[in-house]
């Protein structure tokens, strides 16, 4: 796995980015890049212009499947990090239990899950959408990519490490990637700032309470040092 999964993050990478930009071509191939622009279902607009009213309704209906379960296989990916938070002490304990049979955290699943519902009723779904993206860039995949390049070049790496052809290339594309993404998550400046803003805003809040709780407890980074003993 070491050499497979690298490999194959970078194999689908460049095949997803083909594929995108070949549907992208097709698209705008039919629909005119005016109407495009300002369409809220581009694909089926494209399907009706090209094979009819009933081939659009089908397109916009496996949209809906799609979306539904990209939403379900994001939840139970996220459900993980309270999961996960609470088994090392930093959440709250109930999040930490697994299901008798399944074994899954269903407590941290029903959380997200209603969580995410109660979102979706507060404000516009598609800034709200904007947000919750933009909002893990800076608590989760810039922060990882500066974690793999201080832990690769501290040697802390344990043995068993995936491989990451052409370090640390890979790791600085992904954070420009992650940079440019962050900065432009909206055509209107203002909404663009709010955006950045209250993402910002999350990661501050966030820090503040982890470091609030690793004092009361001792833990990193206020963790006692222990007092060097003498030498054998």
Avoid at 138 to 146: H, V
Avoid at 167 to 180: E, V
Wanted: proline residues 6%.
């Amino acid at each position: 796995p070491q050499r497979a999964i690298p490999r194959t993050i970078i194999i689908s990478i460049v095949v997803v980015a083909v594929l995108y930009l070949a549907m992208n071509v097709a698209v705008i191939g039919v629909v005119p890049w005016r109407q495009a622009m300002v369409s809220n279902a581009v694909i089926s607009d494209m399907m009706q212009m090209v094979y009819g009213k009933l081939a659009a309704q089908i397109i916009a209906l496996l949209i809906m499947v799609s979306a539904f379960f990209g939403v379900y296989a994001l939840i139970l990916g996220y459900s993980r990090v309270p999961y996960a938070a609470a088994e090392q002490g930093h959440f709250f304990r109930a999040f930490a239990k697994l299901h008798t049979k399944g074994k899954f955290p269903y407590i941290s699943l029903i959380g997200i899950g209603i969580a995410s519902a109660a979102a979706c009723l507060v404000g516009d779904l598609k800034d709200l959408i904007t947000i919750f993206v933009i909002s893990p860039i800076l608590t989760m995949s810039i922060p990882q990519c500066i974690a793999v390049i201080m832990i690769r070049l501290r040697k802390q790496e344990p043995g068993n490490s995936y491989r990451m052809p052409l370090f640390p290339l890979p790791a600085i594309a992904a954070m420009l990637g992650w940079g440019y993404a962050f900065i432009s998550s909206d055509a209107d400046p203002h909404k663009n700032l709010r955006n950045m803003l209250l993402a910002i805003g999350i990661l501050l809040s966030g820090t503040v309470v982890f470091l609030a709780r690793a004092k009361q407890h001792a833990a990193w980074p206020f963790a006692a040092k222990p007092i060097a003993g003498p030498s054998a």
